[in-house]
């Protein structure tokens, strides 16, 4: 379908839509709407299928697994015949506010000593690596990079997530924790208590490592990198928005920030066989959403399902000031993984920009009755909350392709 929309910034006007290839025959169709180049971007997905992949911890056991993308492509319920469309690139993003890897028993002599060469030995974690899986939160006690590492992984793997994980204590990491407490009918605090922290740590999940050991493999590295230029026309003459480096590449499979990333890795190459230490993300939520709520006021999208249950939550950026998120309930019109993006200018010019994780929605767009507003990704996890979209509801990429494979067809997506 076609849906045309404009949206405003402090320093222009524009139009944007998302159109499907499917509909330029209906009559009223204009000439200059363009459609995705199917082949580019089903190529990217492809190649993009295994960069997300997951890293569960099973207790007791202590090799590093890759879990599948939670962006699998599979699960997009149509083709990638569609394109978003808007007048902003990512400039857009305006700011409002400052399985521990064990070796092989087989492993070669010489193996080993290339791995240990390169890093850490893949039999241990470093010492700060110890420190955090070791560490426990204690009432009164001011929360160090450790215990902060383990309370935003606890968070997370009781699928409330706090963006990209740094080990500090911010509005994301408190936004997460209040959440759970509703869903879990504890007392709504500012600060973590002691009936929080014990809630965090039901089941196995005191037990599970927070961060891991994980060697580096072909197709880790050996991966399409790109620098990202400023202009809009330098941007569409790329083969794709890719990350624009294996570090980058690395911290969003494993949800982390590229800052904490190097600080757990000071010596890293980012080669092929080398170990890094890296946070140990759990599978994401699989329950099937059927009710979505963006709420500007906390910046959180908050997801139920068909029981109204709330079964995760997200930190997110919903609208701006100058372009506000339309206020009220729509419907999931459609699915997009790895979408182009057309930029269109003061004077209506529009140019294609190639899928990727820096396109401008990151690498999810899900489509609302709304026309030209959706929820998608992000080309800059890190700044998530701490951002302006151009009226959409923006989420790191990784939160975007869970909710994109849990969210129903025709979902209602509440927006306050």
Request: glycine share 6%.
């Amino acid at each position: 379908m076609l849906n045309k929309f404009s949206n405003s910034t402090s320093q222009n006007s524009t139009t944007s839509n998302i159109s499907s290839t499917q509909e330029h025959s209906k009559a009223g169709v204009r000439l200059k709407q363009l459609t995705v180049a199917i082949s580019a971007s089903l190529a990217l997905s492809l190649s993009y299928a295994a960069e997300t992949n997951e890293a569960e911890q099973v207790a007791q056991d202590t090799q590093a697994q890759s879990a599948e993308a939670t962006g699998q492509q599979g699960s997009v319920q149509q083709d990638n015949t569609q394109q978003v469309s808007s007048a902003q690139t990512t400039d857009n993003q305006v700011e409002e506010e400052g399985e521990e890897e064990g070796e092989a028993a087989a492993e070669s002599t010489q193996t080993k000593a290339q791995t240990q060469t390169k890093s850490q030995s893949s039999s241990e974690l470093s010492a700060m690596a110890q420190q955090v899986n070791n560490s426990e939160w204690q009432p009164g006690v001011k929360m160090t990079q450790a215990v902060g590492t383990k309370v935003q992984a606890l968070l997370n793997w009781n699928h409330h997530g706090v963006g990209a994980v740094d080990g500090w204590w911010g509005k994301n990491t408190q936004k997460a924790m209040q959440a759970f407490q509703k869903a879990k009918g504890l007392p709504v605090t500012d600060t973590l208590d002691q009936k929080t922290w014990k809630a965090l740590q039901s089941g196995d999940l005191a037990s599970k490592p927070v961060l891991i050991s994980y060697t580096l493999t072909d197709s880790d590295v050996n991966i399409k990198t790109t620098t990202i230029p400023q202009g809009v026309e330098a941007k569409s003459k790329l083969e794709g928005l890719y990350y624009e480096s294996v570090a980058e590449a690395m911290a969003e499979k494993f949800h982390m920030s590229i800052g904490y990333l190097k600080q757990l890795n000071p010596n890293a190459t980012f080669t092929e066989g080398e170990t890094l230490t890296v946070y140990n993300p759990s599978k994401a939520n699989k329950k099937v959403v059927t009710r979505v709520v963006a709420d500007k006021n906390s910046q959180t999208l908050y997801a139920y399902d068909k029981n109204d249950k709330l079964v995760a939550s997200y930190p997110t950026t919903v609208g701006s000031t100058a372009t506000p998120s339309p206020i009220g309930t729509h419907k999931v019109q459609t699915k997009v993984s790895d979408p182009n993006y057309t930029h269109t200018d003061a004077e209506g010019k529009q140019t294609i920009l190639p899928p990727g994780p820096n396109n401008p929605v990151g690498r999810v767009w899900i489509g609302l009755t709304k026309p030209s507003y959706g929820i998608h990704g992000s080309p800059d996890p890190e700044r998530i909350s701490r951002q302006a979209s151009a009226g959409c509801i923006r989420l790191t990429n990784w939160d975007a392709m869970a909710l994109l494979n849990t969210i129903d067809n025709n979902a209602t997506v509440e927006i306050k």
